[in-house]
């Protein structure tokens, strides 16, 4: 065994380790932390296969990005646990359904296998690239002509989720004054001042004097 399969199990170990603590953490904190252990070790394991650039994007947009917003909001959230756990055995056979689909669909997978090729296969198909061929450059060719569509879809549920986040917690307060620059811009001079006319109020020591002539 060379030192290269030796990292992946090391890696794949950590991997399921933290996969599994996700799910099982009674603290959302430590969840969220187990998570990104478990990023940064997938991670590892596409960086000894090879794709550089789906391990780069998994640390820099979900490790460096998502993840740490995850954490902050889940710190700043006053999150009940026990209450959440009252309604787990409620809502236990709908989560079993689904993981029990999810599971078949993996076994199905697993089961047809992974095409595999020879040693001269592989040497036939390096022969065909150039020394510095990428592998994201073929990424980017594949993604942008094969699947376009798929892409453009992705991008209109991620715009419509953005928008629904914003939306849900977009809230105005009645009791509150908001500011509108456009009448701040369309204001004038006499706008600005009103001239409210009153009656003169006379001093106090003129008062009292005035009180102690006709007295």
Known sequence: MDYQAGF??????VLL??????????NPVHAVLYLMLAFSQ???????????FLGITLVLVYLGAVMVLFLFVVMMLDINVDAMRRGFWKHFPLAAVLGG???AQLIAVLWAGFP???VNELAAQS???DPDHSNTYELGILLYSDYLMPIQVAAVILL???IAAIALTLRQRKDSKFIDPADQVRVKAADRLVVVPMAAT???SESAAGEEGKA
């Open 8 to 13: 992946f199990y090391v890696f794949a170990a």
């Open 17 to 26: 380790f933290a996969a599994f603590k996700v799910i099982t953490a009674r």
């Open 42 to 52: 997938a991670a590892a394991v596409w960086l000894l296969l090879k794709a550089e």
């Open 101 to 103: 689909i999810v599971s």
């Open 116 to 118: 595999t090729l020879t």
């Open 127 to 129: 022969a065909m690239h």
């Open 160 to 162: 419509v989720a953005m």
């Open 202 to 204: 006379p001093k106090a």
